[in-house]
Structures are given as C-alpha cells and as structure tokens.
Nanobody
Framework: QVQLVESGGGLVQAGESLRLSCAAS????????MGWFRQAPGKERDIVAA????????YYANSMKGRFTISRDNARNTVYLQMNSLKPEDTAVYYC?????????????????WGQGTQVTVSS
C-alpha cells in the first residue's frame, strides 16, 4: 500500500509564495509520475501540475504556467510544488497523487494513490 503525505499548506497573502511537499512510501518511486491537483469548494478537482517518473517531463495547467513549479527528489521519495505569486483564486485543497505509470497524465483516472490533501488559503 502506498501512502502519500502532503505538507506545506497554510494561509498567505496574495503575491506570497508557498512550497508544498508530498512524501511517498514504498519503493520504486521513480517508476511513477506524480501529480498535484486542487479542489476549491463547490468545484471539481483539477490538475495543477504533473511530472514524469524521471523528472524530465512536466505539465502545467494554463493558469499555473510561470507561477508554479513542480519538481521531485527521487532519492527522498518526495515531490514538490513551488507556488509563487499566489492569488485568492488559488485557494483550494491541494492533493498529490501517484500516477499509474512513469508518464504524467492530466486526468484523475491516470492516478491511483492520493494524499489526504493540504489546505492553501490566499487572502486578498
């Protein structure tokens, strides 16, 4: 059983930064893509960013390009999401997820293990 534990969420003001971390249990972390999703109240869970197992390929949702950076440290079984220039509309619960294979997907069906989520609140 794979466990994913997110950390780093919190309350910040618009324009500030946060870095989320997601630590994964289990072996062969580098064999799997990782993704970050977010869900705001009353809205669907949407992709934020994803990264391939070897870290060489990344994907960003349009509204995150240039502000967010996804990275991973396979030696530490950890994936990160650096969020800069945060906006109130970034307020959501952020989830990390493990892909079913090494290549990043953009839909929830492409991921089989999920963390419990971490709240990010951006005040104006």
């Amino acid at each position: 059983q794979v466990q994913l534990v997110e950390s780093g969420g919190g309350l910040v003001q618009a324009g500030e930064s946060l870095r989320l971390s997601c630590a994964a249990s289990g072996r062969t972390f580098s064999n799997y893509a990782m993704g970050w999703f977010r869900q705001a109240p009353g809205k669907e869970r949407d992709i934020v960013a994803a990264i391939s197992g070897n870290g060489r390929s990344t994907y960003y949702a349009n509204s995150m390009k240039g502000r967010f950076t996804i990275s991973r440290d396979n030696a530490r079984n950890t994936v990160y999401l650096q969020m800069n220039s945060l906006k109130p509309e970034d307020t959501a619960v952020y989830y990390c997820a493990r892909g079913r294979g090494p290549f990043p997907g953009t839909s929830q069906i492409a991921y089989d293990y999920w963390g419990q989520g971490t709240q990010v609140t951006v005040s104006s």
